[in-house]
């Protein structure tokens, strides 16, 4: 079975930063698309950032500036460095990865548990 795994959240003040890290486990032939997506209460699932197997980015505007993503793909792993975060940013932070399970498959749309990002002001 294919997991997405998360680490990195917390309470942070506002002005600090985290990074979270998304780590894929289990058999598959490749990773595709990876990114992150925030939910806070009461809002919908929104994305955050995003990245190709190539290493092109896409951010929403909100955190253009302040966060970047990247990846390793030997370790099939996903990062998101955020900077000078507001209370805004709070919310739960998922992982996302388009994973090809097989050669002859498509991809399959994966999600990580979340991990939560507080930001005091």
């Known amino acids: 079975q294919v997991q997405l795994v998360e680490s990195g959240g917390g309470l942070v003040q506002a002005g600090g930063s985290l990074r979270l890290s998304c780590a894929a486990s289990?058999?598959?032939?490749?990773?595709?698309?990876m990114g992150w997506y925030r939910q806070a209460p009461g809002k919908q699932r929104e994305l955050v950032a995003a990245?190709?197997?190539?290493?092109?980015?896409n951010y929403s505007d909100s955190v253009k500036g302040r966060f970047t993503i990247s990846r390793e793909n030997a370790k099939n792993t996903v990062y998101l460095e955020m900077n000078n975060l507001k209370p805004e940013d709070t919310a739960v932070y998922y992982c996302?990865?388009?994973?090809?399970?097989?050669?002859?498959?498509?991809?399959?749309?994966?999600w990580g548990q979340g991990t939560q990002v507080t930001v005091s002001s």
């Open positions: 996302n990865a388009l994973i090809q399970r097989t050669y002859f498959s498509g991809d399959f749309n994966t």
């Open positions: 289990g058999r598959f032939f490749r990773i595709n698309d």
């Open positions: 990245t190709t197997t190539g290493g092109r980015t």
